[in-house]
């Protein structure tokens, strides 16, 4: 059973129809009354992060991954609370030095407090952390609509390439290596346009688990399908270069996750309205794709080839 499977089964009907919940179908907590806005997530040492030998780079990427979670609500987090659990050599002198220093340079960088947490020993590195912001409203999932069209914005790929020159499985001459690396450990959240999500988008979630994972997620219960084109997903010219020499396929890197980037849908009126607004932003969006009622399957459209499911559609917990 995966973990979605697993939440609606045994943990939604515990919420006893609260709104605030969102039927545990989206990355937070709202608080309408209050305006609060909450999400939490864990990191667990050899799951989400290889191994604890760069602390800086760790801290710095959970931190991203969690705030990235109000982001792409429209939201701008406030306050961290961090639950962090590890033995002698992770939370050793030398590593807490660190990691206070990145989380001091994290805080500075997006306007986030920490402001509370746990500390527990434990044979691996585990960290809990949970976002807090306040607003009036949200970008929810599931509030799509027929004809909708999908953008997303920067690139997709550069992680999970990342990820696998990290894992030895990919050799690559110092300059890739480091620029892949970095996208892994650093996602560039696009913040700039977050605040005004809700002047354009129905839904809105962020790609950590996999561009058409977390596209599955976000129309779940909408009763929609998504048409994608497959040249269209945005990836960098590194990555292009990559693939190209490489002989490797673009669906098998930007269908991975770890991208942090807000994938979401817009009515088709919005367009002109988008693409003004992105250019002001110098922020990158693409129109990748539309939802549809008057469908079968989803489809990923590759030249005159239509692929009815993507080779990997994001990575689950299965229990």
Do not use: W
Request: proline share 2%; aromatic share 12%; with cysteine.
């Amino acid at each position: 059973m995966d973990e979605f499977a697993l939440i609606q089964k045994y943990f939604k009907k515990l919420t006893y129809d609260n709104p605030s919940a969102l039927e545990l179908n989206d990355d937070v907590f709202f608080d309408k009354k209050f305006n609060i806005v909450v999400s939490i997530d864990t990191y667990v040492e050899g799951i989400h992060f290889l191994n604890f030998k760069n602390p800086d780079l760790v801290i710095k990427k959970i931190v991203r991954s969690s705030i990235s979670d109000l982001y792409c609500k429209g939201v701008k987090p406030k306050f961290i609370f961090i639950g962090a659990s590890g033995n002698n050599n992770s939370f050793s002198k030398k590593n807490l030095n660190i990691i206070s220093k990145s989380l001091k340079e994290e805080q500075k960088k997006y306007g986030i407090k920490l402001s509370g947490g746990d500390t527990t020993k434990s044979n691996k590195t585990i960290f809990t952390i949970m976002s807090l912001g306040y607003s009036k409203k949200i970008v929810q999932r599931n509030k799509c609509k027929n004809g909708d069209d999908i953008y997303v914005t920067g690139n997709i790929g550069d992680s999970y390439l990342g990820l696998q020159i990290l894992k030895r499985n990919i050799l690559l001459n110092r300059k890739r290596y480091n620029y892949f690396v970095k996208k892994y450990y650093l996602p560039d959240l696009p913040i700039k346009i977050s605040s005004n999500l809700l002047n354009f988008a129905n839904s809105s979630i962020d790609i950590s688990d996999g561009l058409f994972g977390d596209l599955n997620k976000l129309i779940n219960k909408s009763k929609l399908f998504y048409k994608v084109e497959l040249n269209k997903i945005p990836i960098s010219i590194n990555l292009r270069k990559y693939l190209s020499k490489s002989k490797k396929k673009k669906i098998n890197f930007i269908s991975k996750g770890d991208d942090y980037q807000i994938l979401f849908t817009s009515p088709k009126s919005k367009r002109n309205y988008i693409q003004k607004f992105f250019k002001k932003m110098n922020q990158k969006v693409t129109l990748i794709g539309n939802l549809t009622k008057d469908a079968k399957n989803n489809e990923i459209i590759d030249g005159d080839k239509r692929i009815k499911h993507a080779f990997n559609e994001g990575y689950s917990h299965n229990f």
